[in-house]
T-cell receptor
Framework: QKEVEQNSGPLSVPEGAIASLNCTYSDRGSQSFFWYRQYSGKSPELIMSIYSNGDKEDGRFTAQLNKASQYVSLLIRDSQPSDSATYLCAVIRGGMYSGGGADGLTFGKGTHLIIQP | DGGITQSPKYLFRKEGQNVTLSCEQNLNHDAMYWYRQDPGQGLRLIYY???????QKGDIAEGYSVSREKKESFPLTVTSAQKNPTAFYLC???????????FGQGTRLTVV
Protein backbone atom coordinates (compact mmCIF):
# COMPACT_ATOMS: atom_id res chain seq x y z
CA GLN A 1 0.00 0.00 0.00
CA LYS A 2 1.36 3.40 -0.98
CA GLU A 3 1.93 5.73 1.94
CA VAL A 4 0.22 8.82 0.53
CA GLU A 5 -2.23 8.41 -2.34
CA GLN A 6 -3.78 10.99 -4.61
CA ASN A 7 -5.76 10.74 -7.82
CA SER A 8 -3.33 11.97 -10.49
CA GLY A 9 -6.07 13.56 -12.60
CA PRO A 10 -6.27 15.70 -14.54
CA LEU A 11 -9.17 17.17 -12.62
CA SER A 12 -10.99 19.72 -14.76
CA VAL A 13 -13.18 22.33 -13.03
CA PRO A 14 -15.03 25.32 -14.53
CA GLU A 15 -13.90 28.78 -13.47
CA GLY A 16 -15.83 29.96 -10.40
CA ALA A 17 -16.70 26.42 -9.22
CA ILE A 18 -15.36 24.53 -6.22
CA ALA A 19 -12.37 22.25 -6.81
CA SER A 20 -12.12 19.28 -4.46
CA LEU A 21 -8.80 17.47 -4.06
CA ASN A 22 -8.44 14.31 -2.01
CA CYS A 23 -5.63 12.42 -0.31
CA THR A 24 -5.41 9.26 1.78
CA TYR A 25 -2.51 8.11 3.91
CA SER A 26 -1.52 4.76 5.38
CA ASP A 27 0.40 5.63 8.58
CA ARG A 28 -2.22 5.93 11.30
CA GLY A 29 0.33 7.66 13.53
CA SER A 30 0.70 10.62 11.16
CA GLN A 31 0.16 13.93 12.92
CA SER A 32 0.81 16.73 10.42
CA PHE A 33 -0.65 17.27 6.97
CA PHE A 34 0.15 19.79 4.28
CA TRP A 35 -0.99 20.89 0.85
CA TYR A 36 1.54 22.27 -1.61
CA ARG A 37 0.88 23.85 -5.00
CA GLN A 38 3.41 23.27 -7.77
CA TYR A 39 3.35 25.05 -11.09
CA SER A 40 5.01 23.29 -14.02
CA GLY A 41 8.80 23.51 -13.77
CA LYS A 42 8.69 25.29 -10.40
CA SER A 43 9.23 24.24 -6.81
CA PRO A 44 6.34 23.42 -4.42
CA GLU A 45 4.72 26.27 -2.50
CA LEU A 46 3.03 25.63 0.86
CA ILE A 47 -0.61 26.71 0.82
CA MET A 48 -2.21 24.94 3.79
CA SER A 49 -1.28 22.97 6.90
CA ILE A 50 -3.66 21.10 9.19
CA TYR A 51 -2.98 19.18 12.39
CA SER A 52 -6.33 18.34 14.01
CA ASN A 53 -9.59 16.83 12.82
CA GLY A 54 -12.06 19.16 11.17
CA ASP A 55 -11.84 22.09 8.79
CA LYS A 56 -9.30 24.88 8.48
CA GLU A 57 -10.07 27.83 6.25
CA ASP A 58 -7.67 30.36 4.71
CA GLY A 59 -9.17 32.66 2.11
CA ARG A 60 -10.52 30.57 -0.77
CA PHE A 61 -8.85 27.42 0.56
CA THR A 62 -10.27 24.95 3.08
CA ALA A 63 -8.38 21.91 4.33
CA GLN A 64 -10.32 19.05 5.88
CA LEU A 65 -8.85 16.27 8.03
CA ASN A 66 -10.43 13.03 9.17
CA LYS A 67 -7.86 10.95 11.06
CA ALA A 68 -10.27 8.05 11.67
CA SER A 69 -10.67 7.62 7.91
CA GLN A 70 -7.03 8.62 7.22
CA TYR A 71 -8.26 11.19 4.76
CA VAL A 72 -7.33 14.79 4.06
CA SER A 73 -8.84 17.06 1.43
CA LEU A 74 -8.43 20.54 -0.02
CA LEU A 75 -11.31 22.64 -1.31
CA ILE A 76 -10.69 25.64 -3.53
CA ARG A 77 -13.69 27.97 -3.78
CA ASP A 78 -14.28 30.38 -6.67
CA SER A 79 -11.61 28.59 -8.74
CA GLN A 80 -9.48 30.82 -10.94
CA PRO A 81 -7.36 29.92 -14.00
CA SER A 82 -4.30 30.81 -11.89
CA ASP A 83 -5.20 27.87 -9.62
CA SER A 84 -4.31 25.49 -12.44
CA ALA A 85 -1.34 23.53 -11.08
CA THR A 86 -0.38 20.23 -9.49
CA TYR A 87 -1.42 19.94 -5.84
CA LEU A 88 0.76 17.78 -3.63
CA CYS A 89 -0.46 16.25 -0.40
CA ALA A 90 2.29 15.75 2.20
CA VAL A 91 2.29 13.96 5.52
CA ILE A 92 4.72 13.75 8.41
CA ARG A 93 4.73 10.12 9.42
CA GLY A 94 4.40 8.95 12.99
CA GLY A 95 8.01 7.86 13.31
CA MET A 96 9.42 4.71 14.88
CA TYR A 97 6.52 4.18 17.25
CA SER A 98 4.13 3.93 14.33
CA GLY A 99 6.40 1.85 12.18
CA GLY A 100 7.17 4.87 10.06
CA GLY A 101 10.33 5.45 8.12
CA ALA A 102 12.62 8.43 7.93
CA ASP A 103 11.62 11.84 9.16
CA GLY A 104 10.59 14.64 6.85
CA LEU A 105 7.58 14.99 4.62
CA THR A 106 6.18 12.06 2.63
CA PHE A 107 4.51 13.24 -0.55
CA GLY A 108 1.78 11.88 -2.77
CA LYS A 109 2.32 12.04 -6.53
CA GLY A 110 0.02 15.01 -6.85
CA THR A 111 -3.25 15.87 -8.58
CA HIS A 112 -3.11 17.93 -11.75
CA LEU A 113 -5.88 20.55 -11.57
CA ILE A 114 -7.11 22.43 -14.62
CA ILE A 115 -9.46 25.41 -14.22
CA GLN A 116 -11.37 25.98 -17.43
CA PRO A 117 -12.12 29.65 -18.23
CA ASP B 1 15.03 38.82 1.84
CA GLY B 2 14.94 35.55 3.74
CA GLY B 3 14.79 32.39 1.75
CA ILE B 4 16.38 29.25 0.39
CA THR B 5 18.78 29.52 -2.53
CA GLN B 6 19.73 26.59 -4.71
CA SER B 7 22.42 26.71 -7.35
CA PRO B 8 22.87 26.15 -10.15
CA LYS B 9 19.39 26.16 -11.67
CA TYR B 10 20.48 23.76 -14.43
CA LEU B 11 23.36 21.28 -14.25
CA PHE B 12 24.71 18.82 -16.77
CA ARG B 13 26.74 15.80 -15.71
CA LYS B 14 28.82 13.45 -17.76
CA GLU B 15 28.74 9.74 -17.07
CA GLY B 16 31.02 8.84 -14.15
CA GLN B 17 31.27 12.35 -12.75
CA ASN B 18 30.41 13.54 -9.27
CA VAL B 19 28.52 16.81 -9.05
CA THR B 20 27.58 18.97 -6.06
CA LEU B 21 24.35 20.91 -5.72
CA SER B 22 24.36 23.91 -3.46
CA CYS B 23 21.64 24.84 -0.92
CA GLU B 24 21.85 27.87 1.34
CA GLN B 25 19.20 29.29 3.68
CA ASN B 26 19.07 32.47 5.74
CA LEU B 27 15.89 31.65 7.61
CA ASN B 28 17.75 30.43 10.71
CA HIS B 29 16.10 27.03 10.25
CA ASP B 30 17.60 24.06 12.07
CA ALA B 31 16.31 21.32 9.74
CA MET B 32 17.18 20.92 6.08
CA TYR B 33 16.15 18.32 3.52
CA TRP B 34 16.94 17.13 0.02
CA TYR B 35 14.22 15.70 -2.21
CA ARG B 36 14.25 14.29 -5.71
CA GLN B 37 11.34 14.63 -8.15
CA ASP B 38 10.98 12.61 -11.35
CA PRO B 39 8.45 13.52 -14.08
CA GLY B 40 4.90 12.77 -12.99
CA GLN B 41 6.10 11.66 -9.58
CA GLY B 42 5.91 12.99 -6.07
CA LEU B 43 8.94 14.06 -4.10
CA ARG B 44 11.19 11.43 -2.52
CA LEU B 45 13.42 12.15 0.46
CA ILE B 46 17.17 11.68 -0.10
CA TYR B 47 18.77 13.03 3.09
CA TYR B 48 17.81 15.27 5.98
CA UNK B 49 19.60 17.05 8.80
CA UNK B 50 18.22 18.49 12.00
CA UNK B 51 21.43 19.93 13.38
CA UNK B 52 24.92 20.91 12.29
CA UNK B 53 27.30 17.98 11.79
CA UNK B 54 24.46 15.45 11.83
CA UNK B 55 22.39 14.05 8.98
CA GLN B 56 20.27 10.98 8.27
CA LYS B 57 19.45 8.92 5.21
CA GLY B 58 16.04 9.25 3.68
CA ASP B 59 14.21 6.76 1.50
CA ILE B 60 16.56 6.91 -1.52
CA ALA B 61 20.04 7.81 -0.20
CA GLU B 62 22.06 5.36 -2.30
CA GLY B 63 24.43 7.17 -4.66
CA TYR B 64 24.17 10.49 -2.81
CA SER B 65 26.17 12.16 -0.03
CA VAL B 66 25.68 15.32 2.04
CA SER B 67 27.43 17.44 4.64
CA ARG B 68 26.17 19.95 7.22
CA GLU B 69 29.19 21.94 8.38
CA LYS B 70 27.21 25.16 8.78
CA LYS B 71 23.61 25.74 9.82
CA GLU B 72 22.96 27.72 6.65
CA SER B 73 24.34 25.20 4.17
CA PHE B 74 23.41 21.65 3.15
CA PRO B 75 25.16 20.66 -0.13
CA LEU B 76 24.24 17.45 -1.94
CA THR B 77 26.75 15.45 -3.97
CA VAL B 78 25.42 13.15 -6.67
CA THR B 79 28.07 10.48 -7.06
CA SER B 80 28.87 8.24 -10.00
CA ALA B 81 27.23 5.42 -8.05
CA GLN B 82 23.82 7.00 -8.70
CA LYS B 83 22.80 5.20 -11.88
CA ASN B 84 19.85 7.36 -12.85
CA PRO B 85 20.57 10.88 -11.61
CA THR B 86 18.53 12.87 -14.14
CA ALA B 87 15.82 14.56 -12.04
CA PHE B 88 14.65 17.78 -10.42
CA TYR B 89 16.37 18.24 -7.03
CA LEU B 90 14.70 20.27 -4.33
CA CYS B 91 16.18 21.53 -1.10
CA UNK B 92 13.89 22.49 1.78
CA UNK B 93 14.19 23.75 5.32
CA UNK B 94 12.00 23.99 8.40
CA UNK B 95 12.33 25.59 11.81
CA UNK B 96 12.79 22.21 13.45
CA UNK B 97 12.46 18.63 12.22
CA UNK B 98 8.99 17.51 11.18
CA UNK B 99 7.29 20.85 10.78
CA UNK B 100 6.14 22.59 7.62
CA UNK B 101 8.95 22.89 5.10
CA UNK B 102 9.77 25.59 2.57
CA PHE B 103 11.50 24.91 -0.71
CA GLY B 104 14.23 26.47 -2.81
CA GLN B 105 13.70 26.96 -6.54
CA GLY B 106 15.28 23.61 -7.44
CA THR B 107 18.16 22.33 -9.57
CA ARG B 108 17.45 20.40 -12.73
CA LEU B 109 20.20 17.81 -13.28
CA THR B 110 20.68 16.10 -16.63
CA VAL B 111 23.17 13.38 -17.54
CA VAL B 112 24.74 13.93 -20.96
Amino acid sequence: QKEVEQNSGPLSVPEGAIASLNCTYSDRGSQSFFWYRQYSGKSPELIMSIYSNGDKEDGRFTAQLNKASQYVSLLIRDSQPSDSATYLCAVIRGGMYSGGGADGLTFGKGTHLIIQP
Amino acid sequence: DGGITQSPKYLFRKEGQNVTLSCEQNLNHDAMYWYRQDPGQGLRLIYYSQIVNDFQKGDIAEGYSVSREKKESFPLTVTSAQKNPTAFYLCASSTVLNTEAFFGQGTRLTVV
